[in-house]
């Protein structure tokens, strides 16, 4: 397996990554995720041994990536699809990787006919398109039969439907109990395929958890209850022990543990008029925005904000794997 | 890993690119092209009494390498500097993460590539020239004249050998080609043309190693060389060591 152990990268004052621990469980698909720029992309050319770290370690299977005999076989992996030579045609391309770690030549065949390049394969791959070039790419990590792939953001400038295919892909490879480490710096992404989760910001490591107790510590459900009663309502929540919260920006109560419908029918036994009453859940977009708030390297500004105020709650809870998440209503 | 996979493996990426082919072509080409028309517009009666005493034959054949070797220096170039430009260099070392099998199987294929042509260059542009020159031509049994035509294959392998050194120094075609050209085909020529600077100038890469390709050591009035053909080479030798260990050091110490 990979374990990063306090890798750090520094450029010149800047620290692209700072203190990296973390392993990859096997057969599982761990999320790696952080905003642009979080040193998510350095992050990963370290685990391939293509920079060098400041300090700290990465061992594959215990060893440095460096020592390890015919790495295609062990870890395949996709870091940026142009990665090619583009006056060389995808077969070749794939050819002489293949010849590098001595994987048979019919495998390149094999590959290619995978991510449905198997038409293309005698053209030159300067003439791809991305999503065609991120297929190649895939072809070249498929190449060895590894068990740890390795994505950076695989998705990124894809159209819908090469998104859905990457989606499928990765749950296919992980289904076959390959270990699956891949990179994005969208929550909602992550949240349809990794079952684990590492999230970075600057460098650093923000949470380490299960992709299930992520979406159960910030995926708080409640119920929104808006009247023109509301004095009457609350006070009635009261006595029948439900506790609620007032959020005054919006004029609204929520509540917490009770459903929808016992809600409503309680209103109707004492007759108070109900303006709104619905269902909500947090999404995991803000839950990780939240996360990582601090550590965004550009925030954008609203216009006429100092520099030096950026637009971010005002709130930023201390995050960790063993943190329970509150939601701050009405702050 | 085994080493003959990498080699395997960079054969692969050798023969299957366009550059490889258009470059050699091109050395080919213009060397015996260059040598054909040298010799064929030949007048020894415009030569004067110390040309005519000095008078070498093979030179007549060798000297349009001076032409010839710009290609080969782009084939060098190339071949290690197009990993940079494509991006390909870090799809390589995740495939070959040890660098020193990396740099040394693309090395060792390019070289030998680049000495198959150089032979075949050199012999084809000897044979051709001196069935051209007529009366005034050499045979390769003469004295020193084989080492001069086999010499200037190895001068040409060797230099493409240097080029690929100092293109995996500099990690860009753009930078090593306008390093490298000027070099050879200026700097090298004009620091010889000057007493002042000739002694430094005699100590250049191509104009040590081109020692080699003499047969008459003062052939067209060229100067007196503190070494021999074969001490020549090995000065050029050492530069191609140092450029090779430079490439090495900065392929080690910089991130793909």
């Known amino acids: 397996m990979i374990e990063l152990e306090g890798l750090t990268k520094r450029f010149g004052t800047t620290t692209a990554v700072d203190h990296l621990s973390f392993r990859i469980r096997p057969g599982v698909v761990t999320g790696f995720l952080g905003p642009n720029g979080a040193g998510k992309s350095t992050t990963m050319r370290m685990m391939l041994d293509l920079d060098n770290p400041t300090s700290g370690t990465v061992r594959v299977y215990g060893k440095h990536y460096r020592d390890l005999s015919e790495p295609l076989k062990h870890v395949g992996a996709l870091l940026d699809a142009k990665a090619m030579h583009g006056g060389r045609s995808a077969y070749n391309n794939l050819l002489c990787l293949a010849q590098s770690n001595r994987i048979p030549r019919q495998r390149v065949d094999e590959v290619l006919d995978l991510v449905g390049l198997t038409a293309v394969a005698k053209k030159k791959s300067k003439g791809f398109s991305l999503g065609m070039s991120q297929r190649l790419g895939i072809a070249s990590a498929l190449l060895g039969d590894p068990e740890i792939l390795m994505f950076d953001e695989p998705v990124n400038g894809l159209d819908p439907e090469g998104i859905l295919w990457i989606r499928n892909l990765m749950k296919g490879l992980a289904a076959e109990g390959r270990t699956i480490f891949v990179s994005s710096h969208l929550m909602s992404e992550m949240a349809l395929t990794a079952d684990h989760l590492v999230v970075i910001g600057q460098g650093k490591l923000l949470a380490d958890l299960p992709m299930a107790d992520f979406i159960q510590q910030n995926s708080r459900s409640y119920v929104r209850l808006r009247s023109p009663q509301q004095e009457r309502l609350k006070d009635l929540l009261h006595e029948a022990g439900i506790n609620v919260v007032s959020v005054p920006a919006t004029g609204t109560l929520e509540i917490d543990g009770v459903s929808a419908e016992q809600l409503g029918e309680l209103a109707a036994r004492h007759q108070i008029v109900l303006h709104e009453l619905s269902p909500q859940r947090a999404s995991l977009e803000e839950a990780f925005m939240r996360m990582t708030a601090d550590s965004v390297e550009y925030h954008a500004h609203a216009p006429g904000m100092a520099a030096d105020n950026p637009a971010r709650p005002a709130d930023v809870p201390a995050w960790g794997a063993a943190h329970t998440a509150t939601r701050k209503a009405g702050e | ?256």
């Not at chain 2, 054909?36 to 005519?52: E, I, V, Y």
């Not at chain 2, 050998?161 to 050209?181: N, P, T």
């Not at chain 2, 021999?228 to 090995?234: C, S, T």
Request: hydrophobic letters at 55%; glycine letters at 8%.
């Open chain 2, 1 to 256: 890993m085994a080493f003959t996979a990498v080699l395997q493996s960079e054969w692969t990426k050798i023969r299957t690119v366009a550059s490889t082919s258009w470059t050699l072509a091109l050395v080919f080409l213009v060397t015996v092209g260059f040598a054909a028309l040298f010799s064929a517009t030949f007048d020894p009666n415009r030569l004067d009494a110390a040309q005519r005493a000095t008078f070498d034959p093979t030179a007549t054949s060798l000297s349009s390498m001076e032409l010839g070797q710009l290609a080969m220096i782009v084939f060098g170039v190339l071949v290690v500097s197009t990993e940079y430009s494509t991006g390909m260099i870090r799809t390589s070392l995740a495939a070959v993460p040890r660098r020193e099998h990396f740099l040394l199987g693309k090395m060792a294929v390019a070289t030998a590539l680049a000495l198959a042509v150089g032979l075949l260059t050199s012999f084809a542009s000897f044979f051709l020239t001196q069935a051209l020159l007529g009366d005034l031509g050499i045979g390769i049994g003469e004295e020193n004249v084989l080492r001069a035509v086999t010499g200037a294959g190895l001068y040409l392998a060797l230099l493409a050998l240097f080029c690929m050194g100092v293109a995996a120094m500099l990690r860009s075609s753009v930078a090593a080609i306008s390093v490298l050209v000027p070099f050879f085909l200026i700097v090298s020529n004009l620091l010889v043309g000057f007493e002042a600077t000739r002694t430094v100038g005699q100590y250049l890469p191509s104009n040590a190693g081109g020692r080699i390709m003499q047969v008459v050591p003062h052939a067209f009035d060229s100067p007196e060389t503190p070494y021999g053909p074969w001490g020549g080479f090995g000065i050029m030798v050492l530069w191609t060591l140092a450029a090779v260990l430079g490439g090495y050091a900065v392929l080690r110490k910089r991130d793909a």
